[in-house]
């Protein structure tokens, strides 16, 4: 696949507009701020393709993006304490929508390397283990980490999700490119499929 062939597609905030599903979609989940966006442009090679920012709660939308084979949907990250109740109830609707309107081919879930998953985390894991959905559990923000406190962490959050089973984690730095290599080998197994 060629990464630097991939283009934004569009923005949708209601069930209604989302695109017709021609090529397997594989979607980006996570908390506010757990880095959705910094992995999709580490992932293809450029600086600002999907739109970063360092205030939680910036993705209100889903954006799509199309990848030679495969399309990308960047979710908006949920936790995200100071939005308003209506705004939690619209952001709840487009994910349910999202993933009952969808043959979805693999899930990364984003989950800060640096702190035990939240009870969102696990929530959002859950519903992937009980939709059998496919989901892969990406830990974010690892350069952030020394040797020491990388063990402690991945050990306390290894901990914290053992129910999920065997799912494949890999750490991840949009800093060093650390994880980009086995999720583009992922990548181009559902592309190839």
């Known amino acids: 696949m060629n990464y630097n062939n991939t283009v934004f597609e569009i923005s949708v905030a209601d069930n209604k507009a989302l695109p017709t599903l021609t090529l ?6 996570g908390h ?3 880095g959705k966006s910094s992995l999709i442009n580490k992932l293809v090679g450029r600086k600002s393709l999907a739109r970063t920012s360092n205030k939680p709660g910036k993705t209100k939308v889903i954006n799509f993006f199309r990848c030679d ?5 960047d979710l908006p990250g949920y936790g ?3 939005v308003s109740k209506e705004e939690r109830m ?6 349910e929508g999202y993933f ?7 899930v990364f879930q984003l989950i800060d390397a640096r702190h035990k998953p939240t009870a969102d985390d696990i929530d959002m894991l859950h519903y992937l283990s ?8 990406i830990l974010t923000k690892c350069d952030k980490l020394n040797k020491s406190e990388r063990e402690e962490s991945f050990k306390e959050i290894m901990n914290e999700i053992s129910f999920v089973g065997d799912v494949s984690v890999i750490p991840f730095s949009s800093i060093t490119g650390e994880g980009v290599e086995e999720m583009r080998s992922i990548l181009e197994q559902i592309a190839n499929s």
């Open 100 to 106: 009952a309107s969808r043959d979805i081919s693999l």
């Open 69 to 73: 084979k495969v399309r990308f949907a």
């Open 80 to 82: 995200f304490a100071k």
């Open 32 to 34: 506010s701020n757990v």
């Open 130 to 137: 009980d939709s059998n959905l496919p989901f892969v559990i």
């Open 24 to 29: 397997p979609e594989v979607c980006f989940s």
């Open 90 to 95: 619209r952001w709840g609707s487009l994910m």
